[in-house]
């Protein structure tokens, strides 16, 4: 199967400070990255949809100035999440599939869990 | 995407199987049935999928009624490793650029 893979897998960070998390499909070409973030003892919440060489889509109720994605190839998006705050503490996770329809799956990353200080 | 209902908790004795329910009442033609899993503090796991038959693969079964209604995903053999949220999803079959919508899954916990 495709292997989709996020760095780093944990950061802590001061409030106020801004975080970078990594998404990158390893064996395939991802034209459409997911992110979603998950606090403690519920369910993955979808964020946005990233989308190679153009803006991401974005979900009600998620600030896309305060989380910024840019998907400039076809194999990473990257999700900023900008000027952090303890309430943006969370396990991020991307997915992704590759192109064509004999994929009916989607593949997601370990998570990356982010705690702000 | 059809919503789906799931019970929250179940717990399976090891080497048991584990069934778990998926009710989707309102599941259209074209929508197949997705089970997911989690494992705690790891990224989702595809674990099979089906429209209206019923499927295996090294992992697990998937039986739907004839109505469609419900499924149950059957993990033949249970071991603590299994031990995971388990999520039923329903929608349509290709998933390459829209996005899994997860619900809140059944807390499979799977006991020596």
């Known amino acids: 199967g495709a292997v989709v893979s996020q760095h780093p897998s944990w950061v802590i960070c001061k409030s106020g400070t801004s975080v970078k998390i990594e998404c990158r499909s390893l064996d395939f070409q991802a034209t459409t990255m997911f992110w979603y973030r998950q606090f403690p003892k519920q369910s993955l919440m979808l964020m946005a949809t990233s989308n190679e060489g153009s803006k991401a889509t974005y979900e009600q109720g998620v600030e896309k100035d305060k989380f910024l994605i840019n998907h400039a190839s076809l194999t990473l998006s990257t999700l900023t999440v900008t000027s952090a705050h303890p309430e943006d503490s969370s396990f991020y996770i991307c997915s992704s599939s590759p192109p064509g329809q004999n994929y009916n799956e989607q593949f997601f990353g370990p998570g990356t869990r982010l705690t702000v200080l | 995407d059809a919503k789906t209902t799931q019970p929250t908790s179940m717990d399976c004795a090891e080497g048991r199987a584990a069934n778990l329910p998926c009710n989707h009442s309102?599941?259209?033609?074209?929508?197949?049935v997705y089970w997911y899993r989690q494992i705690h503090s790891q990224g989702p796991q595809y674990i099979i999928h089906?429209?209206?038959n019923n499927e295996t693969n090294e992992m697990a079964s998937l039986i739907i009624t004839e109505d469609r209604k419900s499924s149950t995903l059957i993990l033949p053999h249970a071991t603590l490793r299994d031990t995971a949220v388990y999520y039923c999803?329903?929608?349509?079959?290709?998933?390459?650029?829209?996005?899994?919508?997860f619900g809140k899954g059944t807390r499979l916990s799977v006991i020596a």
């Open positions: 999803i329903v929608r349509g079959g290709y998933s390459g650029n829209t996005p899994l919508v």
């Open positions: 309102t599941i259209s033609g074209n929508e197949y």
């Open positions: 089906g429209l209206k």
